[in-house]
């Protein structure tokens, strides 16, 4: 059975950091690439960041690029997003997802990631 487990979130002030984590069981975590996503309330799921399945290239929306860093680890089935320099806009439910490594490349696109955890609450506060 696919899981993926969020973790690290929680009440910041602004201008704070977090690191966010998502854990992988049931499934060859390498052989897919890997993307955080956000949902704040009353608005659509946004595409946050993305990294291949080597972790040799990393992707960010422009709202982040420049504060968080996406990484992962192969060998503990692990990723994460360091947030840094956080602002209100940051807050929302933050989802991992994974999408298989055979399409050689990220997406922005929520409905072509297969696996999906339950969240991590991230709140940050003025």
């Known amino acids: 059975r696919v899981q993926l487990k969020e973790s690290g979130g929680g009440s910041v002030q602004s201008g704070g950091s977090l690191t966010l984590s998502c854990v992988a069981s049931g499934y060859t975590y390498m052989q897919y690439y890997m993307a955080w996503f956000r949902q704040a309330a009353g608005k659509e799921r946004e595409w946050v960041s993305c990294?291949?399945?080597?972790?040799?290239?990393?992707f960010y929306a422009d709202s982040v690029k420049g504060r968080f860093a996406i990484s992962r680890d192969n060998a503990k089935a692990t990723l994460y997003l360091q947030m840094d320099s956080l602002k209100p806009e940051d807050t929302a439910m933050y989802y991992c997802a994974a999408r298989s490594a055979a399409y050689r490349a990220c997406s922005v696109s929520s409905s072509e990631y297969t696996y999906w955890g339950q969240g991590t609450q991230v709140t940050v506060s003025s």
């Open positions: 990294i291949t399945w080597n972790g040799g290239r990393q």
